[in-house]
């Protein structure tokens, strides 16, 4: 099994900072791919930032030039830099993995059990 644990979420006020983090372990051979997803009481879970292995990183247009997506490719962990934040950010995070567990095994998409991020106005 793969198992994703994020940790790093809390309160904080508009215009501070949260750096969010989430580390895999477990039967991994390979991740391909790491992402950021929050869902607000109310709302569908989105897409805040993704990094695939080896590719270009991905950002909601709402996030752009404030998160920063960035991945330890030797320690299976993701963070999710957060400044400037808004009260509208204010959601259950998510991570997000695409892993393999032996070479040219099947990929499977797991997720870690939310990390609540509440921004006060």
């Known amino acids: 099994q793969v198992q994703l644990v994020e940790s790093g979420g809390g309160l904080v006020q508009a215009g501070g900072s949260l750096t969010l983090s989430c580390a895999a372990s477990?039967?991994?051979?390979?991740?391909?791919?790491m992402g950021w997803y929050r869902q607000a009481p109310g709302k569908q879970r989105e897409l805040v930032a993704a990094?695939?292995?080896?590719?270009?990183?991905n950002y909601a247009d709402s996030v752009k030039g404030r998160f920063t997506i960035s991945r330890d490719n030797a320690k299976n962990t993701a963070f999710l830099q957060m400044n400037s934040l808004k009260p509208e950010d204010t959601a259950v995070y998510y991570c997000?993995?695409?892993?393999?567990?032996?070479?040219?095994?099947?990929?499977?998409?797991?997720w870690g059990q939310g990390t609540q991020v509440t921004v006060s106005s």
């Open positions: 477990g039967s991994i051979f390979s991740i391909d791919y």
């Open positions: 990094v695939p292995s080896g590719g270009t990183t």
């Open positions: 997000n993995a695409h892993a393999t567990k032996v070479p040219h095994g099947v990929v499977y998409a797991y």
